[in-house]
């Protein structure tokens, strides 16, 4: 797991972990995050990937 | 050099502060805001309790944080009394948290932001003020929290975006709930008929009572503390506490006393610049194309665009459609709220896994709506707008994420 990466949206703190992915959106578990598509949108802010908001936070499940 | 001054410290103001940093590191940058300035995604506001969290998790960065972040001037409890756009300076009235520390003083500035917000529209209903709140700020919330502790009823008025969240959060952590609304289904502005009645159905899950095609003639406190709402249909409905959720209106009164062309929210070009043009404007008190768009996703896009504007890379502000997430329980929903009234709704599904899409008379979608498990389609269903140009651009949805 230790290579499982969390990342966060700046706008609403929405958490993306590539471990759990989204099923609901359609992203099965274990997916990394660059391989989601460059038009995907934050679920619940609707902010883009690549336009800066998403962030790394570590490399551990737990958020806060 | 003078100071980019924004006024106001909401979603607007401050991630323009942040997208103007990120471009330079050296513009001087003030904020002054009238209430404490704290940063918290103001959507929780309708979903803490399901999220446990109180109000005062909900703030993400306080002052501190964001003045070392942000590298910003931050003046809080601070109004704006007027604007001279001859020179160039904002004449501001400090007021102190306890309402001790009094003093007007001028601020010039270099270009001026408003990003004063909006306020909920005033109920027209006797007894109403006093009676009833609204929640649209954190520190709203904050009061709304300490009223609700030990109480039992509430009563939403008005069964839109914050109505519907409301009552699913509420009544799904022990409250009980009634709803009114004057139309026929909850969201009706925004959504057929068909998937207002999953909604109605997955809230209703939590015991809510629905009252539509209804409205309130009076509120009135009764000696026990408990409010009494009087319909016009001759009923009434009883609770402890009463919200009113029945929309926003945008703050204009500063543009207009500082002779800034306004409508229902101040007038800006796809610069997002007013009437006078050292003067800026964006988020909830502007209207985009004659329509105020109280949301995050386009005061977030115009704040980004402007940013590159204000430090000289002077770029449109583009607002492609963009899909608002719903939280209710045990149905979640995303929408794109129709841009035209002129269509038809076209619907498919099964119980609560619901597909609808709006379709002007050529034929183009225009909106849509999904519940439940039809979610997963939002990706493919953006990149079916048949990719109109808004200011000139192409919309960047090219593929779907299936």
Redesign the interface.
Known sequence: MSNSKIWQC????FVYSEATGLP????PPGTAWED??E???C??????KD??VMQEIQNASQSF | MKPTIIIGAG?AGL?LA?EIR?LDKAMPITIVNQDPIQAY?K??LSKALSMNKSAEQLI?KQIEALKRDLGAELLEYTSVLKISSEKKCIVCHAKGPDNKAQETFELPYENLILATGASPIELPINGASGNVVSVNTLQDYIQFREMIKDKKQILIIGAGFVGCEFASDLSSNGYQVDVIDRENWPLEKVIPERLGAEIKHAISKNGVNWHFQSTIDEIVKEKRGTLKAYLSNGSTIQSDVIISAIGLSPNIQLAKDSGLVTSRGIVVDEYSRTSCCTIYALGDCVEYDGQPLPF??PA?LAA?ALANTLTGNKIKRILPP????IKIANC?I?LCPPKTKEGSWQVSGDGQDLEVAFFNNKQELCGFALSG?K??L??EY??RYSKPKINGSVL???????
């Not at chain 1, 700046?10 to 703190?13: G, I, N, S």
């Not at chain 1, 609901?24 to 992203?27: D, F, H, K, R, S």
């Not at chain 2, 963009?322 to 997430?325: D, G």
Request: charged residues 15%; proline residues 11%; aromatic residues 6%.
């Open positions: 700046l706008t609403c703190e609901e959106e359609g992203i989601i598509p038009d995907w949108l679920p619940d802010c609707a902010m883009g336009d800066f | 979603h991630t942040r990120a995604y959507p929780n993400m995050i996703a977030t980004k963009q899909p608002v997430a979640p995303v498990q979610i997963s939002k990706g953006l990149s960047p949805h090219a593929s779907g994420i299936n």
